[in-house]
């Protein structure tokens, strides 16, 4: 049922963000509970999404094999530079990919950022992203607000004040 949902929701997506002010191809979800995301980073850190309640959460599920996720990384790179002093939280997910493969993109990419690593693509497959890159914007109450699918300019001026504009709790 939630694949009819988003793809009804992205047929109609550039036309409803044109009309909401949203930027194009951010679409607005049902609002259901955030799955689960307890991963570990290439350093091994823990990380589990339920300890970031209270802020916005940018998901971003992607793979260094992935043509549009290579394009998208260093927008997103320069959106976290834009952030840095925002609440927003900016999560990247690296689906079913060795740790070696992950930091030569990213040291080469976005040098900045880390990744969770989903190395056996359970976590992903829960958030079920229906390809990548996907983008999921989870509510300061856990809930998925907002997706984007296929690569987005995240650092331009629509997407960044569209963050920065996201309502506290």
């Known amino acids: 049922m939630r694949q009819l949902v988003y793809a009804a929701l992205l ?12 930027p194009g191809g951010v679409i607005p ?31 971003h ?7 549009p996720c ?16 925002s609440a927003l ?4 997910v690296n689906t079913a990919e060795t ?3 992950v930091f030569s993109f990213l040291g080469i990419v976005a040098p ?6 989903d190395s056996d693509g359970l976590v992903t497959e829960q958030w079920q992203p229906r390809g990548l890159p996907a983008s999921f914007l989870v509510d300061p109450r856990g809930r998925v607000s907002y997706l984007a699918l296929g690569g987005r300019p995240w650092d331009q001026d629509s997407y960044l004040d569209f963050l920065r504009a996201l309502p506290g709790e």
């Open 11 to 22: 047929a109609g997506g550039l036309a409803f963000a044109g009309q909401t002010g949203l």
């Open 89 to 92: 939280a900016i999560v990247l």
């Open 70 to 85: 290579r394009k998208e990384m260093p927008a997103i790179q320069r959106m976290s530079d834009s952030l840095r002093d």
């Open 29 to 59: 979800v049902d609002g259901h509970a955030a799955p689960p995301l307890r991963l570990a980073d290439l350093d091994g850190e823990a990380f589990d999404l339920t300890e970031l309640r209270g802020r916005w959460v940018f998901v």
């Open 99 to 101: 740790e070696d493969a």
């Open 61 to 67: 599920f992607w793979a260094s094999w992935c043509g």
């Open 112 to 117: 900045a950022l880390t990744t969770l690593m």
